[in-house]
Structures are given as structure tokens and as C-alpha cells.
């Protein structure tokens, strides 16, 4: 009896299941009992909404959300394209619904763990993916780096479980988007939709820049930069607001702008159709204008320095020539025209007036400071101990406070010269995959691929040695989804080569004892 009536809730538990996946998972409630429900919700909202606003709002995130967290479970590649759209407009969204108290962090955490469950939703079999990404060089010098990281929680001199919680869940959110982008662009098709939706965010971005630069801040955004004084500080130079967009800072928005401006230059010079063409230089041009609005010294810098790394990596093309020379003289106009009165030149040139700067002065006094620290901490202070973050989690620290002012330094201070020189394996690997793959590549697009994504990693370790410009949120979502573009057409070129010499021994037996 016992058992018979085991066997039915046993029968019962298989049978609900089955109905529920076919209704949510397989259907996606394109249905008959998927209509009810969306009229009830229908109907139901609108009386929220008439009589008690605040609490039909918070039904409505809640259904948006749950919406949200489904498409990501049941599409690994739309959840890939949520991530990116939410981390580029989230601080923006933030500023002007909650006056920047909403936790951006938060939600970008959420959608990269349910992304990546996506994977066992699906039952996707991953042995050949995994198999494929852990043998790559890159792959390998990033999980040293990461179990370097790992053993930085045994760090004597770290005080924080805390602040070693919070880097190292950052790096693990990386490590997890960039697989997922691996499996995501495992067809051409995939990585041309990734660069669309990038393009697409890019442009928005830089577009918005421009409103604020040519309309003027908006008032929530004045309330913003002018709530906290030391922010004021970075945003308010020369008498005029810093433009950041839908950045969390003028920074980081100038740097987005002009990895992603050199990375679209790229691949716009080598479109063969007009009208993509036209239309790629225009969402181009609004990107350089934000960059140049953001009055981000260092993103003038990352500009200069990857174009210059595609024009040395295709200079023995023509095309590559002419654009050399056209990008040349219009630095030369940029730097020595009669314009005196523009604030947006003026900062462009004080990039490039280098031991005559101060502030380039004063962070060479910092880091002839600073390294007997270094020499005598071959694994550093421990994570999160300089800088904000020392001050927070590590106050007691000797390094708290102290402003590495670059993305090396901070490194060096915290995981020692042998984290450093781990960083910079994998800063090699990166670069040696883009270049190795553009001279091998047969087909031209995979050739411009591999060039834009050179030069765009490139301008990104330039800008390391002047800022901490790998880790917000907002360029993690575009330099972890490239390292995987490289890599899966690094892969994809390796097997077409290999598939072409076998048949070529097919064909000609003589081969095979050669």
C-alpha cells in the first residue's frame, strides 16, 4: 500500500514537472494559460498603478526582473547581451531613479551566476568547450593569476577577509563571463551580433555625452557630481563639468570611448560597404567626441597609442598608409593649431607634455616612495589594502590611503612583483594570441578582427600604467568578451588549417611522408 502510493507522488512529481518546464521553459508561456496569466498581471497592475502607485511600481520591477532572470536562464546568449546592456546604462539608470544609491554591483553579479547556470538549465554539454578553453595560453596564465589571487587570502599582511572577498569576486565574475563569451561566439554569427549590440551601446553612450556636453549637465546629474566635494573635485576643472555620460565617472566613460572608438576605426576602415561603412565612422565620431568631452587625459593616451599598434601591425598595407597619415596630421592640428580658448583641446594637448606635467610629477615621487615596499612584499600588502579600499577594509594597513594612481603599481603594492610579473604574462599571452592570429588568418574579416582587438588591448595596458582601468564593471562587459572573440577565432583558424592539410594529404598521398 505504502508503496503504491509512493509510486503515484513519484508519478505525480514527474508529470507537474514535465507540464511546468513545457509551459515555462519550452513554450515560454506562449500559451493558452500563458495569455490568463498576463491578463490577470494586465489587469491587476493597473489597479496597483491607479490606487497605490508606490507598491505597483515595486510589482512591476519584480515581474521586469523575474522576466529578465528567465530570458538569461533559457538564453545563454541574450543573457550574455543583458549583462552588457545593463552594465553600460545601470549608473546612469541609478543616478536618476535613486540619486546613486542603488547597488549597480548587485544585479551584475546576479545576471553572471544565472547566465552561467544557463549551462544546466539546458543540459549543454560543455566537456569539448572547457576542454578547448583551459589549453589556451591565455586561459592558463588567467587561472595562475586567479590561484595566485586565491592564495592571497593567507596573506600575513592583510587584515581583511573582507576586502580580499570583494577583489577576489570580481575577478571570479570575470573569469565566469569570460568563459561564457568562449561558449557564447562559437559561430561567426554570434560574435558579429556581440559587435552590433556593443556598437549599438557605444554610440548611445557617446551620444549622451554630447547632450550633456552641448545641452548642459541636467539637474539631477548637477545634484550628483556636486553632493560629494572630492567628486566635485574630478568633475569640476577649469571651470566646466567633466561629461560622463551613462558612466559612473568621466574616467571610466572616457576610457570605454576610446577602447571602443580605436576597436570600431578599425573595423570601419576595412568595411567594404558604404553605408556600413558611413554608418560605423558616424557612431565613431561620437564616441572620439565623448572621449574628448570626458576630459580623460589617459583615454587621449589609449587613442594615440592602439591606433598607432594597427597601423605598426597592417603597415605594409595601403589602406593603412593613408590612414596613418590622415590620423597624423590630425594630431599634429590637434596639438599645434591656433585653438587656445577650448578647454577640451587645451586638456588633450596636457596628455602629451609629459616630465612638464605635475601631476606626472607628483606620482613619480609616489612610486620612487613606494618601492622598497615592493622589493621587500614579493606577494604585496594583500587585496584591497591600498588606495579607498584600504582605507575601508584595511584601515590600519600601511598601504591604506596610500593612491597608487596605476593599474600596475596598485597590482605590485598588492600581490607583490610576483603577482605583477603573473599580470603581465597574461598581458603577453593576450597580445601574442591577437598578433599570432592576424598574420595566420586567410580571411580578411577574421585579419580585421584580430587587428581591432590588438590595438584595443594594447591601449588598455597603456592605460593601466596611468590608471587601476581594468576592473569596473563597465569595461569588463567589453575587454573579457574580446579576449574570447580571439580566442574562439584563434581556435576556429587552427581547425580550418588543419582540415585543409588533410585534405590536401588526401589528395596527394605523397604528402603523407613528407
Known amino acids: 500500500m505504502v508503496t503504491g502510493i509512493s509510486q503515484i507522488k513519484k508519478s505525480l512529481q514527474s508529470a507537474l514537472y514535465r507540464f511546468f518546464y513545457k509551459i515555462f521553459i519550452d513554450q515560454k508561456l506562449n500559451n493558452f494559460i500563458g495569455y490568463i496569466l498576463l491578463s490577470f498581471l494586465a489587469v491587476g497592475l493597473g489597479y496597483l498603478f ?33 549583462t552588457v546592456i545593463y552594465s553600460f546604462f545601470a549608473y546612469g539608470f541609478s543616478r536618476f531613479f535613486f540619486n546613486d544609491e542603488f547597488l549597480t554591483g548587485v544585479p551584475y553579479d546576479v545576471l553572471i551566476l544565472v547566465t552561467l547556470f544557463s549551462f544546466f538549465v539546458k543540459k549543454i554539454s560543455l566537456k569539448n568547450t572547457v ?23 593567507f596573506n600575513p599582511y592583510t587584515h581583511s577577509f573582507d576586502g580580499w572577498y570583494q577583489t577576489f569576486r570580481k575577478a571570479l565574475d570575470s573569469l565566469f563571463l569570460l568563459f561564457i563569451a568562449y561558449t557564447v561566439f562559437e559561430n561567426p554569427k554570434n560574435i558579429r551580433n556581440f559587435l552590433t549590440l556593443l556598437f549599438i551601446v ?34 569640476f576643472i ?31 576602415s576595412n568595411q567594404k560597404k558604404l553605408l556600413i561603412k558611413c554608418v560605423i565612422f558616424t557612431g565613431v565620431i561620437f564616441m572620439f567626441l565623448g572621449l574628448a568631452y570626458s576630459g580623460t587625459r589617459t583615454a587621449n593616451a ?24 590622415v590620423s597624423g596630421l590630425i594630431f599634429i592640428i590637434l596639438m599645434y593649431g591656433p585653438f587656445y580658448g577650448n578647454a577640451t583641446i587645451n586638456r588633450f594637448r596636457t596628455t602629451f607634455s609629459g616630465t612638464n606635467d605635475e601631476s606626472y610629477k607628483v606620482r613619480e615621487v609616489n612610486r ?27 584601515p590600519s594597513h600601511y598601504l591604506a590611503g596610500f593612491p597608487p594612481d596605476s593599474g600596475y603599481l596598485k597590482k605590485a603594492l598588492e600581490t607583490g612583483w610576483i603577482g605583477l610579473i603573473l599580470i603581465c604574462v597574461l598581458y603577453f599571452a593576450i597580445l601574442k594570441n591577437c598578433i599570432r592570429g592576424y598574420f595566420e ?13 590588438c590595438a ?27 579576449i574570447a572573440i580571439s580566442l574562439r577565432l584563434r581556435d576556429t583558424g587552427v581547425k580550418e588549417k588543419m582540415q585543409k592539410n588533410v585534405i590536401e594529404k588526401s589528395e596527394n598521398p605523397n604528402l603523407l611522408y613528407s
Open 441 to 453: 588568418a586567410d580571411n580578411p574579416e577574421k585579419k580585421v578582427i584580430f587587428a581591432a582587438c
Open 368 to 394: 620612487a616612495f613606494i618601492q622598497p615596499y615592493i622589493y621587500s612584499h614579493p606577494i604585496g600588502g594583500g587585496l584591497c589594502t591600498t588606495g579607498a579600499g584600504g582605507l575601508r577594509f584595511n
Open 50 to 82: 491607479a490606487i497605490k502607485t508606490t507598491a505597483g511600481i515595486g510589482v512591476a520591477a519584480f515581474i521586469c526582473s523575474a522576466a529578465i532572470l528567465i530570458v538569461c536562464i533559457t538564453h545563454t546568449q541574450w543573457g550574455l547581451y543583458i
Open 302 to 325: 589609449m587613442a594615440v597609442a592602439g591606433l598607432g599598434m594597427f597601423m605598426l601591425l597592417s603597415i605594409n598595407k595601403k589602406n593603412t598608409r593613408i590612414f596613418a597619415v
Open 131 to 153: 576542454n578547448q578553453f583551459i589549453h589556451t595560453s591565455v586561459a592558463i596564465a588567467t587561472l595562475a593569476l586567479y590561484f595566485f589571487l586565491l592564495v592571497e587570502l
Open 202 to 235: 557605444c554610440t548611445i553612450s557617446g551620444i549622451y555625452g554630447c547632450i550633456q556636453q552641448w545641452h548642459g549637465l541636467f539637474d539631477y546629474e548637477i545634484a550628483w557630481a556636486t553632493a560629494d566635494s572630492n567628486r566635485f573635485g574630478l568633475i
Open 456 to 482: 584595443f588591448f594594447f591601449s588598455f595596458y597603456i592605460a593601466d600604467f596611468a590608471q587601476d582601468a581594468i576592473g569596473q564593471i563597465t569595461d569588463t562587459v567589453v575587454y573579457y568578451p574580446l
Open 238 to 268: 577649469n571651470g566646466e563639468f567633466r561629461k560622463f555620460s551613462t558612466m559612473p565617472d568621466p574616467t571610466a566613460y572616457g576610457i570605454i570611448m576610446a577602447s571602443c572608438g580605436i576597436l570600431f576605426t578599425i573595423i570601419a
